[in-house]
């Protein structure tokens, strides 16, 4: 991999084809001086920030494309989506932190640069400062509740969305609970699947999955970013001259940036990311304190933890890892997520095999998981060759928590058999997986490493 990346390297330099064709790329970015006239900003830490922001542009989406994936409607001019990026100074690790777009923020007093009207401090949610002020206001903004620096702007919009999706060949997501979504027309069965772009832009704008809206949505874009991350470096394109110049084409032909984002910045990254994997990622979402934070002509809102979101800022601008203190365990296959917290599923566990004491270790597995078994484990009437899981149909939700702790297990539906699910062990169990219940009605408030929510 060392000699390939070395040689790669080589090949840029030697053919004349990095520089020249970074430079041409950089000649087609749309440009936005996104930090024009700003004064009193924060010091700068080590690494790099950048604020990464998704608008519901549209203006470059075919009408076929409209149609398939429900992207009709007026644009609202206005960020969908916010992230700080900050890489770190070794550029061995990538922090990622979701800000809410319904976020209480307090935009600064500024003057409108169409009306040239002056507006004084006021209240807004945070996703409405792009609406206001462009750019340089929603930064002025994210500095002023963070004390983080930005150092560069990137504006993503759904037709770059797309175009870099399908120019990596689809990124790979999995769920262990079916996700619909009639508005954006996402429709998944649990299982893996591969996205194409369309696909997953229908999977990161979902939000009427269930009942956390956007803070459920900021994880699943998480969770995609990561498998992004995943695609990216184990594919070869950060290798391959010609393919990083095609990723790159599809990724900056429809972006904007501010005007120091450029050609040195892009080799920069792109030469850093070639070490990266999912595990030099971490993710995050600002912890919130109050869910619908009321606020006078503006609605609901969500109000930050400000000593927590404090601390999660200040180790950002030292430069420090957030996951430091939690061991990595590289041969330890991550939790799966499932939608129903275990300690709600009452379980009973029986032995169809000949091992003896089988169902017991099954039945001490699952509760360590945090299953709510009977600790009575049973004998089957007769040996079975797949553990299978008998569950009455108004119960589907626990049942699909259990199967991705039981993986492989068969799912029998029992009418009337009430909210006891059965297990019976057969003789092809290996393993209890260990499982994370995400509950949809809070905000992400841990840590996770890009490897831990991948498939």
């Known amino acids: 991999m060392r000699a390939a990346t070395t040689l790669s390297v080589l090949v840029l330099?030697?053919?004349?084809?990095?520089?020249?064709v970074?430079?041409?790329?950089?000649?087609?970015i749309a440009r936005v001086d996104a930090f024009k006239d700003m004064k009193n900003r924060p010091s700068a830490g080590h690494g790099t920030n950048l604020l990464l922001?998704?608008?519901?542009?549209?203006?470059?989406?075919?009408?076929?494309?409209?149609?398939?994936?429900?992207?009709?409607?007026?644009?609202?001019?206005?960020?969908?989506?916010?992230?700080?990026?900050?890489?770190?100074?070794?550029?061995d690790r990538a922090t990622v932190v979701s800000l809410p777009r319904d976020s209480y923020a307090e935009v600064p007093e500024h003057t409108d640069d169409t009306?040239?009207?002056?507006?004084?401090?006021?209240?807004?949610?945070?996703?409405?400062?792009?609406?206001?002020?462009?750019?340089g206001l929603t930064i002025r903004t994210v500095e002023n509740m963070t004390h983080v620096k930005i150092d560069h702007y990137l504006e993503v919009d759904?037709?770059?969305?797309?175009?870099?999706?399908?120019?990596?060949?689809?990124?790979?997501?999995?769920?262990?609970?079916?996700?619909?979504?009639?508005?954006?027309?996402?429709?998944?069965?649990p299982g893996t699947h591969t996205l194409t772009g369309g696909q997953a832009l229908q999977?990161?704008?979902?939000?009427?999955?269930?009942?956390?809206?956007?803070?459920?949505?900021?994880?699943?874009?998480?969770?995609?970013?990561?498998?992004?991350?995943?695609?990216?470096?184990?594919?070869?394109?950060?290798?391959?001259?010609?393919?990083?110049?095609?990723?790159?084409?599809?990724?900056?032909g429809s972006v904007r940036a501010d005007e120091g984002f450029g050609a040195d910045e892009l080799l920069d990254l792109g030469r850093a990311m070639r070490d990266f994997s999912p595990s030099s990622s971490e993710f995050t979402t600002v912890p919130i304190a109050q869910m619908n934070y009321d606020v006078k002509g503006i609605g609901s809102t969500l109000k930050?933890?400000?000593?927590?979101?404090?601390?999660?800022?200040?180790?950002?601008?030292?430069?420090?890892?957030?996951?430091?203190?939690?061991?990595?365990?590289?041969?330890?296959?991550?939790?799966?997520?499932?939608?129903?917290?275990?300690?709600?599923?009452?379980?009973?566990?029986?032995?169809?095999?000949?091992?003896?004491?089988?169902a017991g270790r099954v039945d001490a597995a699952l509760a360590a998981t945090g299953f709510a078994t009977t600790r009575q484990p049973v004998t089957a009437p007769a040996h079975v060759p797949h553990t299978m899981i008998f569950y009455d149909p108004r119960w589907d939700r626990s049942a699909r928590a259990l199967v991705a702790a039981l993986p492989g297990s068969e799912l029998h539906p029992a009418p009337g058999q009430g909210p006891l699910l059965k297990v019976t062990a057969g003789a092809d169990f290996k393993d209890v997986r260990k499982i994370r219940f995400d509950d949809p009605a809070q905000p992400q408030q841990n840590v996770l490493r890009g490897d831990e929510v991948l498939c």
């Open 203 to 252: 999977y990161v704008r979902a939000r009427h999955i269930d009942g956390a809206s956007d803070l459920g949505r900021m994880k699943r874009q998480q969770q995609f970013l990561a498998a992004l991350i995943e695609r990216a470096t184990s594919s070869g394109v950060l290798l391959n001259p010609m393919r990083f110049r095609d990723v790159t084409r599809a990724v900056l």
């Open 304 to 358: 930050w933890d400000q000593t927590k979101a404090d601390q999660l800022f200040t180790a950002l601008r030292d430069d420090k890892p957030l996951t430091a203190d939690q061991p990595h365990r590289a041969h330890t296959p991550a939790p799966v997520s499932v939608d129903v917290d275990p300690r709600q599923i009452r379980v009973q566990v029986a032995n169809g095999t000949a091992t003896v004491g089988l």
């Open 158 to 189: 759904f037709a770059s969305f797309m175009k870099t999706v399908d120019v990596l060949g689809g990124v790979r997501i999995c769920t262990a609970t079916p996700l619909k979504d009639s508005y954006t027309g996402l429709d998944l069965t």
């Open 13 to 20: 330099a030697s053919a004349g084809i990095g520089h020249a």
């Open 115 to 135: 009306s040239a009207e002056p507006h004084a401090s006021h209240p807004i949610r945070l996703n409405a400062a792009y609406a206001e002020g462009g750019p």
């Open 22 to 28: 970074i430079s041409s790329l950089d000649a087609g």
């Open 53 to 91: 922001v998704g608008t519901d542009g549209r203006d470059k989406i075919t009408e076929q494309e409209r149609r398939q994936f429900r992207l009709g409607g007026v644009p609202c001019h206005c960020t969908d989506t916010m992230m700080i990026v900050h890489v770190s100074e070794n550029r």
